[in-house]
């Protein structure tokens, strides 16, 4: 596939490439340390008072990826701003930790199975913003088919994330609200049948584009980086 490099690309300056190069790193492996992670064989804990599943670490280094982004001049009048969301749905994943715990340890428990529910949905936030993070690369090279990828992508996650994640909830609340049951209940119930694993490759889905996007524009960051070296070289 042929890249097309716009003339914006002069408005960046080596150590903005670097940055670009270096934050999109720490953003790909946050996500497959996450997946390993969040099975919860490993966790913290605070004082004996608080336990935190390990994959708070995954979401340290994506924050970290974000702090590394923001050094890089702005391609776009919205870089920031989605820097700042990432932020706010990250620091919400921390929020929401403590809550696997609990949910385990009272499935009953309505209040703990709604905030599960809400980690989920947030993860598939932070799925989507980052796809338009790298939305905001690709319209700033001007390349139209990796623009168009990384849309595609984006949109993977609100069809193969969000919209089953959204229809389970749905359904969830309507059989606890008409037989009675709890719904946290319910949820765990759901790992029982034929269809779960059609769930989990769905999820799977989405997350491989995304870390296809991001390692993209982690390789094409290296690539001018590499190439503006030359340029001041020769």
Request: glycine share 4%; with cysteine.
């Amino acid at each position: 596939m042929t890249e097309t490099v716009g003339p914006d690309d002069n408005e960046l300056q080596p150590q903005d490439w670097i940055a670009l190069g270096s934050g999109f790193t720490r953003l790909w492996w946050s996500i497959p340390i996450g997946l390993l992670l969040f099975s919860g064989a490993l966790e913290f804990r605070i004082f004996d008072l608080l336990r935190l599943p390990s994959y708070v670490i995954a979401v340290g280094l994506y924050c970290w990826g974000l702090v590394i982004l923001l050094r890089a001049s702005p391609p776009t009048a919205r870089w920031r701003r989605l820097i700042r969301v990432s932020f706010v749905l990250a620091l919400l994943l921390l929020y929401f930790a403590p809550f696997l715990y609990w949910w385990q340890w009272r499935p009953a428990s309505d209040h703990f199975a709604v905030n599960i529910f809400a980690m989920l949905f947030t993860i598939s936030f932070l799925l989507w913003t980052l796809n338009q993070l790298v939305e905001e690369i690709a319209y700033f090279l001007h390349d139209g088919v990796f623009l168009a990828e990384a849309r595609l992508c984006r949109w993977s996650v609100a069809l193969f994330m969000f919209a089953p994640l959204m229809a389970y909830f749905i359904h969830g609340v309507w059989n606890a609200t008409r037989y009675g049951l709890p719904l946290g209940q319910y949820i765990d119930a759901v790992r029982f049948l034929p269809f779960a694993h059609w769930i989990l490759a769905m999820f799977i889905l989405p997350l491989t584009l995304t870390l296809t996007m991001v390692w993209k524009v982690k390789s094409r960051a290296w690539r001018a980086l590499a190439a503006a070296q030359q340029i001041s070289a020769d």
